[in-house]
């Protein structure tokens, strides 16, 4: 086949001492080594491209050392076809003039194609630009961007020859039809093989995961986020993130467009280690088919599968016929409002169905949580020297307290356990009192936390509290107590026969070969919180519910991919078929 044959000139731009230099010899010195030569103060240096049926060359213009005239720079920029723009990444001043070069170059040469490469890669612990800011500025100039090393030839041909496709006007994806999306057997029988070739980069991605820490309390999972961030633009999805405060960041990423949404989700926060690890909690390592460390199964497994499952679904070039959305979130072990909560409230995500990574062992579906009540109560009563006779008062606040709570721990609510659900419990969490052993103390208080089944309300709950302080404030004269509730969701279950749940039941059983149970939640989770704003939702995930903040926590890699697997086929049926489904949000969840 003849080859088209194509010459273009591309102008390497940016602060000195970021790799412009290097970056072009690494191409070029091999190849033509004699090519590269000063040009009228501007050096150029060729690199040739094969591309199928075409053959481009590249002219890659640096200005060298070149002093900056005027002249010299409307010469050096006339004619060129497309940009490099260069900066370091351990130099936050190099990257904060690319808008400048970005600019010179534009007033030249209009609106060309341009990439932006954040060099120096190798030198990873004197970085100083994060991955996700960089993109963001990428965005913002229309640009394409890489992360290169000279040194180590990382990913530099892949950018440059980016560049060679752009201004070719070739889009990646249409390199290979879009094939428009009907879930054949060969299709799923593909969709299982890029996961099952895709173990090592979940077991690497995980590790990652799980060295960015990313501990809340204190709350900073802007270091996981960024690895989150850096595959979601690898694998091609459109990304956003999202800090209602600093360093308590969320990712959102996109495949496809429009309606209906699926949303996987999945929190990036860690609880403390604790003692007892004999492995290193913040060094995954990989024994016997499990990746151990903190995180491994809450929530960072889960979070992996999903990427692999947007990773293989982007790689089979599907036309999706919908979106799917994947949000790794915050503040979700201090069931916290910085999270999932903050992106439902503002609108940054809408969705129609939602599966929220959950330690289910990859063949559990958990459609079912207890709803939950927090308490405050506070007892006043009057302060007085200890020694003080009766009679000259103090009502001490504390004994109140005591016998409080002393008949709350008997409280019996009489309603039959629910079979997804379990029994109604009540755990008194906290108690403060008194400033000195030898003052009577006027104030005390406690906080309560009821968890509840649909047998009861939570006004009877109330009710039956609220019955329980009044009969407490008869019996110690005095006292005032009042009674606060801080927090309340309602339990949430979905409807058996719901369509998200009738496919990955389908969808569990096709991967493992074994039913999927039906099961319920003792906790709260993010996904009562979807179910709460409107979106059907359960949780699903690879690893043990019991491993959950444990120390030496450990998740199967066999579970990861079996969830990656079911994941993605289920997301692959709800966005097939769910047009063909009545209006799933008419479909009844109860609450
Ligand atoms: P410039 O052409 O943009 O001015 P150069 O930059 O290519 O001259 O590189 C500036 C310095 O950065 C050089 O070091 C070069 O070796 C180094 N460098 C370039 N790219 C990389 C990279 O990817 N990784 C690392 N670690 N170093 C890189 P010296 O010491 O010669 O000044
Ligand atoms: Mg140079």
Same mark, same amino acid.
């Given at each position: ?32 080594? @004699? ?18 049926? *075409? ?17 010299? !720079?409307?010469?050096?920029? %006339? ?29 030249? =040469? ?128 459109? @990304? ?7 360093? !308590? ?54 979070? @992996? ?9 982007? *790689? ?6 919908? %979106? ?16 999932? *909560? ?18 289910? +062992?990859? !063949?559990?579906? =958990? ?57 109604? %419990? ?24 009821? +968890? ?11 009710? #039956?509290? @609220? ?38 039941? *389908? ?22 919180? =979807? ?58 969840? #109860?609450?």
């Amino acid at each position: 086949m003849a080859q088209e044959e194509y010459v273009f000139k591309i102008v390497v731009i940016g602060d000195g001492g970021v790799g412009k230099t290097s970056l072009i010899l690494v191409l070029t010195e091999n190849r033509f080594p @004699t090519d590269y030569r000063p040009t009228l103060g501007a050096d150029f240096a060729s690199y040739k491209i094969d591309l199928d049926d *075409k053959l481009v060359t590249l002219q890659l213009w640096d200005l060298g050392g070149q002093p900056s005239f005027a002249h010299l !720079r409307s010469f050096f920029y %006339t004619e060129a076809k497309g940009g490099v723009i260069v900066f370091d990444l351990t130099n936050m001043k190099s990257f904060e003039n690319i808008e400048k070069w970005y600019n010179e170059l534009t007033s030249t =040469c209009g609106k060309i194609p341009i990439i932006l490469i954040g060099n120096k890669h190798d030198l990873i612990s004197e970085r100083r630009v994060p991955r996700y800011e960089a993109e963001q500025v990428a965005r913002k100039l229309g640009a394409l961007y890489f992360e290169t090393s000279a040194k180590t030839r990382y990913m530099v041909d892949e950018s440059f020859k980016a560049v060679a496709r752009l201004i070719l006007g070739i889009r990646e994806e249409e390199k290979v039809k879009m094939v428009p999306l009907r879930l054949t057997p060969e299709l799923r029988k593909r969709l299982m093989e890029v996961i099952d070739e895709s173990e090592d980069y979940a077991v690497n991605l995980l590790r990652d995961l799980i060295s960015a820490q990313s501990l809340n309390p204190p709350g900073y999972e802007r270091s996981s986020a960024e690895i989150v961030l850096g595959e979601l633009y690898r694998i091609g999805a459109q @990304t956003e993130i999202y800090e209602k405060k600093e360093g !308590r960041t969320n990712v959102i990423g996109r495949l496809g467009e429009g309606e209906p949404t699926v949303m996987l989700s999945a929190h990036l926060d860690v609880v403390a280690p604790g003692d007892g690890w004999i492995y290193p909690p913040f060094r995954a390592t990989v024994k016997d088919g499990y990746v151990i460390g903190r995180g491994s199964v809450d929530a960072k497994g889960s979070l @992996t599968a999903m990427l692999l499952a947007l990773r293989a679904i982007k *790689k089979l070039n599907l036309q999706l016929d919908g %979106t799917v959305l994947l949000a790794a979130t915050a503040d979700e072990e201090a069931a916290g409002e910085l999270g999932i *909560k903050f992106l439902l409230r503002e609108g940054k995500i809408k969705a129609d169905y939602a599966i929220v990574g959950g330690s289910t +062992r990859s !063949r559990d579906i =958990c459609i079912a949580e207890r709803g939950l009540i927090w308490f405050k109560v506070i007892c006043r009563g009057y302060s007085a020297p200890a020694h003080a006779s009766p009679l000259q008062g103090g009502v001490n606040a504390v004994q109140a307290l005591i016998k409080l709570l002393g008949k709350i721990s008997e409280v019996k609510f009489d309603v039959p356990p629910h079979p997804l659900m379990g029994e109604v %419990t009540l755990n008194i969490g906290t108690i403060q009192g008194g400033i000195g052993v030898n003052i009577v103390p006027d104030k005390a208080e406690a906080t309560i936390d009821v +968890r509840y089944n649909p047998a009861i309300s939570e006004e009877e709950i109330i009710s #039956r509290l @609220t019955e329980i302080v009044r009969e407490t404030e008869e019996e110690v004269k005095g006292v005032e107590i009042s009674l606060d509730v801080i927090l309340s969701e309602p339990p949430t279950e979905m409807p058996q026969n719901h369509f998200l749940i009738q496919a990955l039941k *389908k969808n569990v059983n096709e991967i493992t070969g074994e039913e999927a149970r039906l099961i319920g939640e003792m906790e709260a989770s993010s996904t009562k919180i =979807c179910i709460l704003n409107g979106i059907p939702a359960v949780s699903f995930g690879p690893g043990e519910r019991e491993q959950k903040h444990k120390p030496n926590e450990k998740v199967s890699i066999k579970e990861i991919l079996e969830a990656a697997k079911i994941i993605a086929l289920t997301v692959l049926d709800l966005l097939s078929q769910a047009k063909q489904q009545p209006r799933i949000q008419n479909q009844k969840i #109860r609450v």
